[in-house]
């Protein structure tokens, strides 16, 4: 008969063993674990990532190549500059307005990835019809088309990106899609102005020299649409929106609503560059002549692309590393206020030294840089993953409402009494948007 002590001690070595075997598995297990979470920070540059920066420099680098050349081509049709005035502003305003639906969509559905080949296909092809158009009817139905779809894929797209990669990680990843963009933002027009030439040098037919363009911008177009449908894939959040549209936006959380105020504050002041790019000609004409003044203006807008374009990533990149995207944000914030405090000093002093407008226009490309990049941190990080994508729409509506009041109240102010109070009125707008960032930054309710 078998010793009863014997027996319960090979029992107990038995369990022992055992639980040396779990103890290290789990040790196994959380070094896998570990390794996992490091690798996820290591591959922030995955397939999703580089596949939606390129996508966003080819799509850029056609509708940009349009945009450019669009204002020439309506003069070449015969039509007055209101005309641009009303295709631009429809066309903003349907962008922006159609965001806030799309990212309603997107967080109920499962078809995000879908949503968003539609928007780039409608962008892509809109400068066929450009090429098509004989008037500016046919002008305005295509640039709706094409902006309608920059509305429906952005807040899908900003999305299905803040999903790809770890929260650790999404400044970078922002950045480098933001830098995507801007980068085909400049090769793209300079590509078609210098077919423009090239065109018109031999073609008998002014309109000729711009349908070529338009043809051309829509290589790039399609070479979007096909880059996004056949590379990306729309990550599995686990988690899908399921009421109404008001019910969506009234459960956003509130540190998110409070935040879209201190953005809509920022964005009433925040004019488009094209004023700056006004400012800049209008200061230097005196000195350099109109031509000559516009051209050098040209280039300083070119600098701000430039610094846009190479500051997006470092600038997600330091969000990652300090983890305060919106202390960053109020940062930048503070810079965009500065730049208009410099354009209205520039006006009262009659200050009209390139290197000083210089100036102005590298702080007012790393301020898209901020501000593009940042913004779409922030939202992903206060918005929280169920209603991610009406957030991204919220976030589009604001900023497109507060572009058109911006733009149009610097422009209305300007003309009205001095350019002086136009972008003095912008400093103090923008100032606030900034204070109220800052203040949720520093109470440590956006960290």
């Known amino acids: 008969m078998a010793d009863p002590t014997s027996g319960t001690a090979a029992a107990v070595g038995v369990e022992a ?40 420099l080819f799509s850029d680098a056609s509708h940009e190549t349009a945009t450019a050349v669009l204002p020439g081509f309506l003069g070449v049709l015969g039509l007055p500059p209101v005309a641009l005035g009303v295709i631009e502003g429809a066309s903003d305003a349907l962008a922006s307005f159609v965001k806030l639906g799309s990212g309603w969509i997107g967080d ?14 409608l962008t892509g092809i809109m400068p066929l019809g450009l090429a098509l158009a004989g008037s500016w009817p ?37 950045g480098f899609h933001r830098a995507g963009d801007t980068i085909g933002a400049v090769i793209g027009p300079a590509l078609g102005v210098a077919v423009l030439g090239a065109f018109a040098a031999t073609a008998t037919e002014p309109l000729a020299a ?61 004019f488009a560059p094209s004023l700056l790019i006004l400012a800049a000609t209008t200061l230097l004409a005196p000195s ?62 009659a200050i009209d030294d390139p290197a000083y407008l210089a100036l102005l226009f590298v702080g007012s490309g790393l301020l898209a840089a901020v501000e593009d990049t940042l913004e779409a941190v922030s939202t992903a990080e206060l918005a929280g993953d169920t209603a991610r994508a009406t957030a991204f729409g919220l976030l589009g509506t604001v900023n497109g409402v507060g572009d058109l009041v911006a733009s149009a109240g610097v422009g209305l102010v300007w003309t009205v009494l001095s350019p002086f109070a136009a972008f003095g009125a912008a400093t103090v707008a923008m100032g606030a948007g900034a204070a109220l960032v800052a203040g949720m930054a520093l109470r440590g309710a956006a960290r």
């Open 288 to 349: 350099l002549g109109i031509v000559a003044a516009g051209a050098t203006a040209g280039l300083l807008y070119v600098l701000r692309n430039a610094v846009y374009a190479l500051g997006a990533y470092p600038v997600g990149a330091l969000s990652d590393r300090t983890g305060r995207p919106v202390l960053l944000l109020a940062v930048g914030y503070a810079l965009g206020a500065a730049v208009a405090a410099g354009t209205a000093l520039a006006f009262a002093a």
């Open 17 to 56: 063993r055992a639980s040396t075997g779990m103890a290290t598995a789990a040790g196994v297990e959380a070094r896998a674990s570990s390794g996992t979470s490091a690798a996820t920070g290591a591959r922030w540059l995955n397939r999703n990532v580089a596949a939606m920066g390129i996508t966003s």
């Open 108 to 121: 109920r559905t499962a078809s995000r990835w879908g949503i968003a080949v539609v928007g780039y296909t």
């Open 210 to 270: 711009f349908r070529a363009v338009f043809l051309l911008a829509l290589i790039p177009g399609i070479l979007a649409a096909l880059t996004f449908a056949v590379f990306v894939r729309d990550p599995a959040t686990g988690s899908r929106s399921t009421g109404t549209f008001r019910a969506a936006v009234v459960g956003l959380p509130a540190r998110f609503r409070r935040y879209l105020v201190a953005v809509g504050l920022f964005g009433i002041g925040d």
């Open 138 to 174: 046919v002008v305005l139905g295509a640039k709706l088309v094409g902006w309608l779809g920059r509305g429906i894929r952005g807040p899908v797209r900003d999305a299905m990106l803040a999903a790809s990669v770890a929260p650790e990680a999404r400044g970078r990843a922002f």
